[in-house]
């Protein structure tokens, strides 16, 4: 039993030591129905202490194989610690131009992890908030299953 036990806790280890980035924050909120409106605000939040080293920001989507669409627009804003924001408008290509998923699909799921940021450096220690609105021409977005925010620190290679 306990070289089951050790074989186990090898492999989570050797999993873990492949990943080439340090995750500080990652967390989702799952959509109420399967429908994103434009009406939805989906807010994260977070401290960040680390000004020094780069962070990248990637947006996580969970979308059932039956969303109608091959992309989707976002809104983005980051609330810093001293009051000031930044906006931007993303499109994130959920299928190439054949039809076929970008993200990770399993079934009827299909994950996404699109890069919104990379290599910034947050200016100040702080809470910070992310808001992220679709933006879509559809009001309503069917079949959108969850929407993620992580940010994650490069891990550096020796």
């Known amino acids: 039993m306990k070289l089951k036990s050790f074989f186990k806790i090898a ?3 050797l999993l873990i030591s492949c990943s080439d980035e340090n995750i500080i924050f990652n967390d989702y909120v799952d959509i109420e129905n399967t ?3 434009f ?3 989906i807010v994260f939040q977070t401290f960040i202490s680390d ?6 920001i990637f947006l996580q989507l ?3 194989t ?10 983005s804003e980051i ?3 001293n009051n000031k924001t930044r906006t931007d408008t993303f499109e ?6 054949k039809g076929n998923w970008n993200g990770d699909k399993s079934g009827i799921v299909a994950n996404f992890n699109h890069s919104l940021y990379k290599k910034i450096k947050f200016p100040i220690k702080g809470d910070y908030k992310f808001k992220l609105i679709q933006a879509m021409r559809d009001t309503i977005l069917k079949d959108v299953i969850s929407v993620g925010l992580k940010i994650t620190k490069p891990i550096k290679k020796l």
Do not use: A, C, E
Request: charge should be positive.
């Open 79 to 81: 609330y810093f610690p």
């Open 39 to 41: 009406k939805d605000t």
């Open 92 to 97: 994130v290509f959920l299928m190439d131009k």
């Open 11 to 13: 492999i989570f280890g």
């Open 35 to 37: 429908q994103l409106s």
């Open 51 to 56: 000004t020094i080293t780069p962070h990248n």
């Open 66 to 75: 039956d969303y109608k669409w091959s992309n989707m627009f976002i809104f």
């Open 62 to 64: 969970r979308t059932s």
